[in-house]
């Protein structure tokens, strides 16, 4: 029983940690961008639920809706704004701008809503449902289950989707995509809208489970999912799902293990360990494949 | 009136100059060559024309409307395809996806319609539609490239360099499509290193020098005029 409860906690962690690093992976997928204000994106969205529900008092299929939609049209935003411009620029630019975005997205959350946390309220009142005799977390399973939904979406529309293709094939040469008649920029701001919905469904999913909203709470959460992107593969879907959870089940056993000091610090270990032995990640290409 | 009108088109990378002032024509159903040494600024011009780059001065008219400056995803809305320089296959997507790229702007009627045109054209890449593009052979993935930009279903088709790194066995095969191609209605603007194979197809050519046009006239002209047979044809 003990033991079920620390897989299913695993899953859940690891699940969230996956739908962030989604995000990195797509974005990074087609501009070689590493979003740094990924994360931050998740924190807007948690905000936004708690402004919705417990400030102006709608209900939590409200509160879900306008995080998702306010995470998308924030990515859509910041690449319009802070990425599309630095197109033709070196990466290191657009590195250092994506960190300035993060910064800006945090200071600018801590003084519309101040330092101390804002309590998120529940979105349902089903904690537990019963499978088979066991009593198990409603927002782990919730967790569980969209994730994997998420997951086998986002992967029939990168492979089956004309949408799909054409990032692919951005991915692989914007100049050859461009001959296609295929529109880059547009292409581009799709893939940040669907990077962002994903981060905006973390958001839900984080508050649900942590019923809470601070304005760095997406830095810690934006590094571990970025780790994990890494760990996977990054540029890869299943590589973000497989490192996401392994980051997430390397958490909770240390945890259970009575060790949760060192749940960060195994996390990087984990990271340097599998990029000394497979610089490219778990699932990921060689770089020569790429150019 | 010419089909493609080229006036006086200046383009720089910062501060290097590589096309100077050149100027050229090409009629309806005529097969075109561009040839001159690397660095000459043939790609260079092809890439303008296509609107990977913008020109810094001079005009480029298609059928009479100017697409000087126009971005490359709506030029080849008008019927100007290019197959690029080094062949930039989709390495990691099959072939049928690189040519349903390819008609990205057409309706999936017509591009079901274009399909069987390109894989009578290449019975081969029919053979390995399901295959990676990047595991295909230097003459399969040009075939490929061809293949995809006539999925646009382009009346202006502009070849960068078709034979590059190609067996003399393939050269000869890629120029009879190029050939087969005109004959079936595409107009050709053909880039070569390959001067002797391109001037022997093209009904006429233009000869580019450090950015600017030394020399024009009929395929076969050229094919016989000394200065061309040293520059070019090896004497
Ligand atoms: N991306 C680039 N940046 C700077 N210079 C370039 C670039 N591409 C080409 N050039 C220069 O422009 C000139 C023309 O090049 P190009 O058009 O590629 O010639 P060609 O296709 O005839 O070999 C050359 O001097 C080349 O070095
Ligand atoms: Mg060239």
Redesign the pocket.
Known sequence: MQVLMQVLNGLQLGSIYALVALGYTMVYGIILLLNFAHGDIIMVGAYISWLVMAQLGMPPVVAMILSVLGCTLLGVLIDKVAYAPLRNAPRLSILITAIGVSYFLENGAQLVFGADAKVVPAFTDVSTIQLGGASLSFAAVATVVVTAVATVVLTLLVQKTKLGKAMRAVSEDMGAARLMGINVNNTISFTFAVGSALAGIGAILYTMAYTQATPTMGMMLGTKAFVAAVLGGIGSIPGAVVGGLLVGFAEVIVTALGLSVWKDAVVFLLLIIVLIVRPTGIFGRTMSEKV | MAMLSVQDLHVS??A?K??RGISFEINEGEIVTLI??????????L?TVAGLLKPESGTIEFDGASIAGVQAHKVVQRGLALCP?GRRVFTQMSVAENLEMGGYTRSDAENRETLERVYDHFPRLKERRGQVAGTLSGGEQQMLAMGRALMSRPRLLML??PSMGLAPILVEEIFSIIKQLNESGTTVLL?EQNANMALSIADRAYV?ET?TIKKTGTGAELLVDDDVRKAYLGG
Do not use: Q, R
Request: no cysteine; aromatic share 4%; glycine share 22%.
């Open positions: 990378y910062g290097i590589a096309v001159g040494a690397n660095g000459a600024g043939k790609s260079t011009t890439n320089e960068d360099e880039v580019l950015g």
